[in-house]
């Protein structure tokens, strides 16, 4: 740790005519003003990790800053030089509706034109699956995005992607992060760009994104029965609204209910406490809006419009939110069945689910007999799989339990664009059967099994946080349990040491995927526990996953109530509320 004066010295460093004066302003009242702050702005450096920069904003070596974001930059067009040369190399550069991200942006396709790189910049704000489209579809080595997805208005971040307009993996990771360790003075970052080299991305790119996203739809015929079907959509302040609304017109609808206070493009998200999907509070507007309007579906986009949210209604005619888990299980049935329904298997198609996300979706796949893959959290690992089998066999879906969703191969990341067209499509399908979107999950159950999911954040912050969430880790690995609520563990997976060791014969297996601090808990009662810490937030994540059969629609108030207190019985047992 730093000491006060350390702290003061690297601070005095940003007083030089290196720097900005605006940021020399901001540095001098916090060396004369405001120890606290001083000291959280400087203590280390904003780390670079494997997805790249999110921090708060601000002037400081932990803040994100044209010029902490400009070593990374600086660092990652080293890497791409280093690799490619620097001669005919191209990047594409995107950014979201948060505060400073067009200043970010704009900083960012600088330095990589003065590194000689032509730049793909868009207009304006994008959704990130659009900027993933964008290196796939002009040919560029590599691309960024600043977002700092739906973190609190003082965030930013900045996001690093592949030619393969996947986020970077191993190896390009690591050596990555090297090259941006080695730029220690802003002396180092090439500000001076060429505007001759920086290309300007509009309308034509979106039309091109736009057709692809059509290319999912399976039922246009039906859509056009139901193209007044009331939807309303909100982007929550964010990039959805450049692409999502069109995008549901393109497929057909004409009925799509905007809320307009939430339209506004605003970095400070002044409608909501959180920007994020996964919270309820996001979608009360919208929900609001439906209920007014006497809409049938209610989607939402977070703010760089990559994870959507979802509120159906019940039989009670009331609308309810869907978790990420039923989201990726609807739309993956309904895509697997109607590839059965129109004949377009060709029996090289597969499906991808993260390894805390609910099994029922192994269970539908294996009902339509396609290939399915397990992977680590996150849409880097979707895109590096989607990579390895390109030209042998067909990725056509797949999610993950925190909503995020990819309907096809011409992305590399979690598209909430295709998705909300996608889910509206599969409400107008579910309707021409007679039934709710809500109907249709209950059908699942009943024919798969009833599978209910709930997810528990332990934070803990600070230094000390973190020596007691490593604490905990290592607790649950030197010291597993035996039962859980009363139910024999019967299988743990060590995803950090690579094991996974059946409990009843002592006998162990490799896990095939790299090396990641998770535990998973199988349960002789079908249930299943993954323990993880978060890589981007002070905070221990419990997924809990628990199933029975449904015997009937009538007995889901029941059945959902008893899968309730077996999940309470868990989280009780593991004293973790």
């Known amino acids: 740790m730093l000491s006060a004066e350390q702290i003061r010295e690297r601070a005095r460093i940003w007083l030089s005519e290196e720097f900005n004066e605006e940021t020399r302003n901001e540095v001098r009242n916090m060396l004369d003003n405001d120890e606290k702050k001083l000291t959280d702005a400087f203590y280390q450096d904003l780390e670079f990790g494997t997805g790249g ?27 791409i030089i280093s690799q490619c040369g620097n001669k005919g190399i191209k990047v594409a550069v995107a950014h979201d509706c948060r505060n400073n991200s067009r200043l970010f942006a704009e900083t960012t396709a600088e330095i990589f034109s003065a590194n000689g790189f032509e730049v793909f910049l868009f207009e304006s704000l994008r959704p990130t699956p659009e900027l993933s489209y964008a290196i796939k579809h002009y040919g560029c080595t590599s691309g960024v995005v600043i977002t700092a997805s739906h973190n609190p208005p003082e965030y930013n971040g900045y996001k690093a992607y592949w030619n393969d307009g996947g986020q970077v993996v191993a190896p390009h990771d690591e050596a990555i992060i090297a090259e941006v360790r080695k730029i220690t003075s802003v002396s180092q970052i090439r500000f001076n760009g060429d505007k001759n080299l920086i290309k300007t991305l509009g309308k034509e790119t979106d039309e091109l994104f736009l057709r692809e996203v059509h290319k999912m739809s399976h039922n246009p015929g039906i859509i056009s029965k139901f193209a007044d079907m009331g939807i309303v959509y909100t982007p929550i302040h964010g990039t959805g609204v450049m692409l999502i609304p069109p995008a549901l017109k393109m497929y057909g609808f004409r009925n799509i209910i905007s809320v307009k206070e939430q339209d506004v493009i605003d970095g400070n998200f002044p409608t909501v406490k959180s920007p994020n999907p996964e919270e309820p509070g996001a979608l009360k507007m919208a929900i609001e809006k439906a209920i007014e309007t006497g809409a049938e579906l209610v989607m939402a986009s977070d703010p760089d419009a990559d994870r959507l949210g979802i509120a159906v209604k019940n039989k009670k005619g009331e609308f309810i939110l869907l978790n990420g888990n039923q989201t990726c299980v609807l739309l993956v049935w309904y895509i697997l069945s109607q590839y059965k329904e129109k004949g377009k298997y060709k029996g090289n198609e597969y499906i991808i689910k993260t390894i805390v996300t609910t099994n029922l979706i192994e269970k539908i796949a294996e009902d339509y007999k396609v290939e399915y893959h397990n992977v680590l959290t996150g849409f880097k690992f979707f895109a590096e799989l989607i990579r390895e ?14 909503y995020g969703f990819l309907p096809g191969e011409y992305v590399r990341d979690k598209d909430a664009v295709a998705s909300c067209a996608l889910m509206a ?131 889901f108030d029941e059945t959902e109530k008893f899968l309730d207190s077996r999940i309470d019985g868990i989280i009780k047992d593991m004293k973790l509320l």
């Open 389 to 402: 089998n390109e030209g042998k066999k067909k990725y056509i879906g797949g999610g993950e339990e925190s």
């Open 425 to 555: 499509e599969a409400t107008a399908w579910a309707k021409n059967s007679g039934k709710s979107l809500y109907e249709l999950l209950i059908d699942i159950y009943i024919k798969y099994g009833f599978y209910k999911e709930k997810l528990v954040n332990i934070v803990r912050k600070g230094k000390e946080g973190a020596d007691e969430i490593k604490a905990m880790m290592a607790g649950y690995r030197s010291n597993p349990p035996e039962k859980i609520n009363g139910s024999r563990v019967v299988r743990i997976a060590d995803y950090e040491l690579q094991v996974e060791k059946d409990m009843l014969n002592g006998k162990n297996s490799k896990i095939s995927l790299v090396k990641s601090d998770v535990l998973q808990f199988f349960l002789e009662d079908g249930s299943k526990i993954s323990v993880r810490p978060s890589g981007t937030e002070p905070k221990i994540k419990f997924y809990f996953s628990v199933n029975t059969k449904l015997e009937s629609a009538a007995k």
């Open 53 to 79: 920069l999110r921090g708060i904003m601000g002037a400081g070596t932990n803040r994100m800053n044209i010029y902490t974001l400009g070593m990374a930059t600086q660092g990652l067009s080293n890497y």
